[in-house]
């Protein structure tokens, strides 16, 4: 009888091996529970649907359709080539189901063809009303663009997908992780909302070029998975220690045998396997967090995407900042108790790295 491959035994058997940033995680929290004699708990995945989005009815505006007599228009605007086929383009199949992100782009363009349009009825005085008509057209898109901007967004599988958890956390790295591009591209579609509508939106093909970027990214989703596993892990070490009495672990107020099994938890798996881990985490997360934080201030933001991304970013109760407080938390936690043991750096019972 051949032998199964043991990658497709593990298949078959539903085994999967966990990714490298939680087996890391858990042993850490593992030997740091058999020197304190303390419990923890796992991650539930379960939890990251917090982060979820909410449904796309909930975040896509209404706007009203904006009526047109189509028929006298283009009649009346022979010299406005660029207009007709805005137009007419708009009222073709296609025109009527275009995405939202090209009828973003759309609006810019219809609205530099009236406003070219209407410098040139400018000089007739028999196309005053039609001059009108166009101002009045070019006034209601105006001030409809923040809304189409996120519903340009929102009805957005790629903005979707970047900003959604992932199945896996970051990966282990020895190398820096980047994620600049589509960090860059979040920002500069930021920055197209809020400069709307001062600055017509671009063309198409610079938004599809935005969007495609997020889609492209390996890790938006997940550095939100490790976050959350990461800000969990942390919590549960932080409470074990933070439950050790200090004159159990160190009666005299001086290193014991146990201390020293704990430094050398500390050295070994906390300083030379998480923290790293956690400098990848920084690195990924505070540009990412600030691009957040731009596209949070764009006007108009809809209720329901300004509550998924206050979850994110931004706030004290939002996943970044929960990190931050967990890992601050983390490192005073152990300060305090190495400390009661005289075994900070710097103290008589630190020894830096040692057996284990």
């Not at 017509?200 to 976050?227: K, M, N, V, Y």
């Not at 990190?323 to 938390?329: F, N, S, T």
Request: charged fraction near 20%; include cysteine.
């Amino acid at each position: 009888m051949r032998i199964i491959p043991i990658a497709l035994l593990l298949t078959l058997c539903g085994c999967q091996r966990p990714p490298e940033a939680q087996r890391q995680m858990d042993n850490y929290l593992d030997r740091v529970s058999r020197v304190l004699q303390q419990d923890w708990q796992p991650f539930q995945p379960e939890s990251l649907s917090a982060y979820r989005f909410g449904p796309r009815r909930e975040r896509v505006l209404s706007i009203a359709p904006l009526r047109i007599s189509l028929l006298d228009l283009i009649v009346d605007t022979n010299d406005c080539r660029e207009l007709q086929q805005r137009i007419s383009e708009r009222n073709t199949v296609l025109g009527k189901v275009m995405p939202w992100s090209h009828r973003l782009a759309y609006d810019g363009e219809l609205l530099r063809a009236l406003q070219h349009c209407t410098a040139l009825l400018a000089e007739r005085d028999d196309k005053q009303a039609l001059q009108e008509q166009l101002s009045a057209i070019a006034a209601s898109k105006t001030s409809s663009l923040p809304a189409t901007f996120w519903n340009a967004l929102n009805s957005s599988e790629e903005f979707e997908q970047y900003l959604r958890f992932a199945d896996q956390p970051l990966p282990v790295s020895s190398q820096p992780l980047t994620d600049q591009a589509a960090i860059e591209a979040l920002r500069e579609l930021a920055n197209v909302g809020a400069e709307l509508p001062h600055r017509l939106p671009p063309e198409r093909a610079s938004l599809d070029a935005l969007l495609r970027t997020l889609q492209l990214s390996q890790h938006g989703g997940q550095l939100i998975t490790s976050l959350a596993q990461t800000t969990h892990g942390l919590q549960q070490a932080t409470q074990m220690l933070q439950a050790t009495e200090a004159r159990l672990l160190c009666p005299m107020q001086a290193p014991s045998e146990r201390s020293k099994i704990l430094l050398n938890v500390f050295v070994l798996f906390y300083a030379g396997e998480i923290q790293p881990y956690l400098a990848q985490l920084q690195r990924l997360g505070q540009p990412w967090a600030a691009a957040i934080g731009e596209l949070r201030a764009v006007p108009g933001i809809p209720a329901a995407t300004a509550q998924a991304l206050d979850r994110l970013a931004g706030t004290e109760a939002s996943l970044w900042e929960r990190y931050q407080a967990a890992v601050a938390a983390h490192t005073q936690a152990w300060q305090d108790l190495l400390g009661a043991c005289q075994s900070r750096p710097g103290q008589s019972g630190w020894q830096g790295r040692t057996e284990q």
